[in-house]
C-alpha cells in the first residue's frame, strides 16, 4: 500500500517539475499574444448592429479609437460610437492555467491509478480463510455472520485486524445481552 502512495507521490511531483519546466521555457515569450488582449464591446448604434472587437496592444493604446478597426461609422459619428463601446484591458496567465490544470490531471490520475490498484487487490485481501468458524449460539434468535475465532485470526492487513475487532465486539455485544437477559430471568 505504501508503495501506490510513493508512486503517486512520485507521479505528482514528475509531473509539477515537467510544469515548472514549461513554464520555464514559456518565459522567453513573457507576454505572448495570447495572455494580453484588449476588448471593446459595441452596443448597436443607429442602423449598425453590435459588434465585440479583440486586438493584442499595450494597455495605454486599449480604446476604441485603436481597436475598432475598419470603423463602421463614418467621421462625425466616431466619437459618439465610441462613447458607446466600452473597452476594457485584459491580461492572464496562461503559464498558471497549464500549471493548475496538469497538477489537477496528476492528482486525478493518481486517484484512480490508486483505484485500479484497490480493485486489483481488493478480491486478495478479502478471499476467505480456511481458518473461519461460524459460532452456532442456540440462545440466540438471531443468526450472525460466521465470525474468525479471535485465537485463530491473523491480523497481517489492516482490514483483517477491523474485521477481527468488529467480530470481538459482537461477540461481547452477544455476551452481554445473553447475561442481562439471564439475570433478568433469575431475578423475576
Known amino acids: ?6 508512486t503517486c507521490w512520485t507521479f505528482v511531483a514528475a509531473a509539477t517539475f515537467f510544469a515548472l519546466l514549461l513554464d520555464a521555457a514559456s518565459l522567453v515569450n513573457a507576454k505572448s499574444f495570447e495572455d ?11 442602423n449598425i448592429s453590435g459588434h465585440v472587437y479583440n486586438r493584442n496592444v499595450s494597455q495605454k493604446d486599449c480604446n476604441c479609437l485603436h481597436i475598432v478597426d475598419p470603423m463602421p461609422v463614418p467621421g462625425r459619428d466616431v466619437e459618439a460610437y465610441c ?5 476594457k484591458y485584459e491580461e492572464r496567465s496562461s503559464n498558471t492555467i497549464k500549471v493548475t490544470i496538469i497538477i489537477y490531471l496528476s ?3 493518481a486517484l484512480l491509478l490508486y483505484m485500479l490498484f484497490l480493485l486489483l487487490v481488493d478480491p486478495l485481501i478479502r478471499k476467505h480463510d480456511a ?42 455485544v452477544q455476551e452481554q445481552r445473553k447475561t442481562v437477559f439471564d439475570r433478568h430471568k433469575m431475578l423475576s
Open 36 to 46: 494580453v488582449r484588449c476588448k471593446c464591446i459595441c452596443p448597436p448604434y443607429r
Open 83 to 87: 462613447l458607446l463601446c466600452e473597452c
Open 107 to 109: 492528482v486525478v490520475g
Open 1 to 6: 500500500m505504501s508503495f501506490c502512495w510513493g
Open 131 to 172: 481458518y473461519t468458524q461460524p459460532l452456532h449460539n442456540e440462545d440466540d434468535s438471531e443468526e450472525m455472520r460466521p465470525q474468525v475465532d479471535s485465537g485463530l485470526a491473523r491480523g497481517n492487513t489492516v482490514l483483517e485486524r477491523v474485521e477481527g475487532a468488529q467480530q470481538r465486539w459482537k461477540k461481547q
